[in-house]
């Protein structure tokens, strides 16, 4: 849950960096729990961090970006990543994607205007038994249909 | 402790929760209240039985018999008539061949499991994996016991090369020759490292194994750890898994407060500990430099190899890296001796390995059949076969980074090598079934944008081979390819697997090469402007306005 007012945000990245004695090798759950605080990791986060760990900032950049559950980017209140990896590409991935495309009205990446949903790929999720499959939050879905699919978004109005 | 006739278990693993099993057990829980049952009967939540695509899957046991794609209200029906009156419902009862046989009457001796053989997944399905007494009455870390009290370090190290167990996370490198390279080094700190970080497309043992039956896994990095001197063990977890994390921990914490974990464990002075760490979303992490880089939280580059880590890994020290499954399998190899787990599978791959079971197959799931196996029998015995009346066009053994095997390859027995002779590898165990409904560019296409956007981009051959790869796999599909493309493919192909940095980028272009083989006709004539298949949009509307 992101943190509300910004003195607060800043107070608990301190926590956060201390409670991991502010070691460089725990960068990654840094940034994980970060992004919890913050919704997603803006350039000051990524400042911040750099500056609280003595490490370039081009570091900390690097990491967040080469890991696809974290983002630089502010996202949509819900994110939607859709597994479009062989095993749910053979059982009609394309037309869920599609579907969200036209009910969302965004493409892979991209966040609806009203900032309530991101819609993104992904690779394999493991829930291959029930293909197609995506996730909405924390929670996986599987054996969407495009009729599914609508329902589902549905329940997040 | 309190006496139950019987015991209800409810599959309680991710495909079987996405179905619903959570409403079923409650119906379930509900209806045997109003039965006045739930002081006779117990309702215990397992880990995966393997039919996930016929979830939610309970067995009622003593008889063990299985139901299959239950809904709430069959459970008033269930209770009724089963727990009872003792009169097993038959409409309901699991068919693993759909209308042709009689159902799964009883678990343990015909039909589901007879064709299969249970060494890793043992307890997935029998125990409730959240009870360490459970796990414990079921033989549960007395191989840990054996070891620590009964065998010095090195007889564990013989134990495990002798049993010829090969590592089941793809590569299949011998476990025990992997320990020993660990073993005779003197360092302050070494560590063992359980690799749960799958990601090959098609792949879901591990996580079904950490949700079924997680101290397996924590019993066996004890006895690693024992056997290579290390006493710290982290497991690597994907971040996405989050019923396995949650059971993984819990596990830990049980073992912990028994004394099965931390110092001077059964009184031998022997220290042992493990911390779950969770990844972020990245396929080459399961790269065991990589995943070690991350663990040290770095992006998850690759390392150069050697120095190996068994030598130099985790911040430079002795660690050896073993996948989930590979760990599952120690405790009873220390139980039952390397000479009975040599009495299983073939001579050069002993034991059993486990399968998923995806894409065109009538039973999607997991199972675990003896190496040697043929591709015949799993797909027509225990896969149920193509639905729908289709035709079977290939088989990719391996995940997404395996060959693509077309019908002559039926019967052959699969094992590491005879799959890595015929172009394929038996890699992480994921089997996917495509029919003849499916366009081989389509599939093909498919596979290059998993890696494209999966290569680490550290090193060139895979860094801009796979996006080449994809871009000309779009060519084909949209029409748009020359004639020269195969060549081209052919080239970029061979360089990647000559020359990338790690066995990403070497074995992206499997599916491609194989395809090239022995499906070469039906690329071609993509480039000539057709798809025989009717699959690729570009060229089936260019065909129909002719």
Redesign the interface.
């Given at each position: 849950m992101p943190v509300n007012s910004a003195t607060e945000r800043k107070k608990s990245l301190r926590q956060v960096i201390a409670e991991h004695n502010s070691?460089?090798?725990?960068?990654?759950?840094i940034?994980?729990e970060a992004q919890e605080i913050h919704g997603y990791l803006s350039t000051a986060v990524m400042e911040e961090i750099a500056d609280q760990l003595g490490i370039p900032v081009s570091?900390v950049y690097?990491?967040a970006t080469?890991?696809?559950?974290?983002a630089t980017e502010p996202k949509g209140k819900h994110i939607i990543r859709v597994c479009?990896?062989?095993?749910c590409?053979?059982?009609g991935a394309v037309n869920i994607l599609e579907t969200l495309q036209e009910v969302l009205g965004v493409n892979p990446g991209e966040t609806t205007e009203d900032k309530k949903f991101t819609l993104e790929?992904?690779?394999?999720?493991?829930?291959?038994?029930?293909?197609p499959?995506m996730?909405i939050g924390?929670q996986?879905?599987?054996?969407l249909t495009p009729e599914r699919v609508k329902e589902i978004l549905k329940t997040y109005e | 402790m309190s006496y139950f006739r019987a015991h209800v278990l409810v599959c309680a693993g991710t495909p079987c929760m996405l179905k619903g099993a959570g409403a079923v057990k409650d119906a379930l829980c509900r209806e045997m209240e109003r039965a006045g049952l739930q002081e006779e009967i117990r309702v215990v939540e397992t880990g995966c039985l393997g039919p996930c695509d016929d979830g939610p899957v309970i067995v009622v046991y003593p008889e063990g018999v299985m139901y299959s794609k239950l809904k709430p209200e069959d459970m008033s029906r269930i209770v009724q008539q089963h727990l009872l009156k003792g009169r097993v419902v038959e409409e309901l009862v699991y068919r693993p061949e759909k209308g042709k046989t009689k159902p799964v009457v009883s678990l343990e001796d015909q039909g589901y499991l007879d064709r299969q053989y249970r060494v890793v997944l043992r307890n997935c399905g029998r125990i409730d994996p959240d009870s360490i007494e459970e796990y414990i009455a079921n033989g549960g870390y007395e191989a840990l016991g054996k070891a620590l009290t009964g065998m010095t370090p090195e007889q564990v190290v013989e134990t495990v090369k002798a049993s010829g167990l090969r590592g089941r996370g793809g590569a299949g490198f011998p476990t025990g020759l992997k320990w020993s390279f660990t073993a005779p080094i003197t360092a302050d700190q070494k560590y063992i490292i359980c690799n749960a970080d799958e990601g090959e497309p098609g792949t879901f043992k591990d996580r079904l194994i950490l949700e079924g039956d997680p101290h397996s896994v924590i019993e066996a990095m004890a006895i690693a750890g024992y056997a290579v001197g290390a006493d710290k063990g982290i497991i690597y977890i994907r971040g996405e898994y989050h019923l396995s994390i949650e059971r993984l921990q819990r596990a830990a914490a049980r073992a912990r407060e028994m004394g099965l974990l931390g110092k001077d464990i059964f009184g031998t002075g022997f220290n042992f500990d493990v911390e779950i760490r969770t990844g972020a979303g990245a396929y080459v992490c399961g790269e065991e430099t990589a995943l070690i880089e991350s663990l040290e939280g770095k992006r998850g580059e690759p390392r150069l190899k050697p120095p190996y880590p068994g030598v130099a890994g985790l911040w430079g020290k002795p660690t050896v890296v073993n996948n989930v499954e590979t760990l599952a399998n120690i405790p009873p190899i220390i139980l039952k001796g390397a000479e009975w787990f040599r009495s299983i599978g073939t001579e050069r791959t002993p034991g059993t390995k486990v399968f998923t079971m995806l894409g065109d197959i009538a039973n999607q799931g997991l199972i675990e059949v003896p190496m040697g196996i043929t591709l015949r029998e799993v797909i027509y015995g225990v896969g149920g076969g193509i639905p729908n009346g289709r035709g079977f066009k290939l088989a990719q053994t391996g995940g997404t980074s395996g060959g693509c095997l077309p019908k002559e390859f039926l019967d052959l027995p699969m094992d590491y090598d005879t799959l890595a002779e015929a172009g394929s590898a038996l890699g992480s165990g994921a089997l996917l079934v495509i029919d003849d409904s499916h366009c081989i560019v389509d599939v093909l296409r498919s596979f290059m944008k998993f890696f494209q956007h999966e290569s680490c981009g550290q090193c060139t051959p895979c860094r801009e081979g796979t996006y080449r790869l994809y871009e000309l796999f779009s060519a084909l599909a949209d029409g748009k390819a020359g004639q020269d493309v195969v060549k081209l493919i052919k080239e970029l192909s061979q360089a990647m697997q000559l020359s990338s940095l790690c066995g990403l980028g070497q074995s992206a272009p499997n599916g491609v090469v194989t395809a090239l083989k022995y499906f070469e006709d039906e690329i071609l004539r993509h480039a000539a402007g057709e798809c025989p298949a009717g699959v690729c949009r570009a060229l089936t509307t260019a065909s129909r306005a002719v």
């Open positions: 070691d460089p090798g725990a960068l990654l759950d940034l994980r570091r690097g990491v080469f890991y696809t559950l974290l479009e990896s062989p095993p590409h053979i059982r790929l992904t690779s394999c999720l493991g829930v291959c038994g029930v293909a499959a996730m924390d996986v879905y599987g054996n | -």
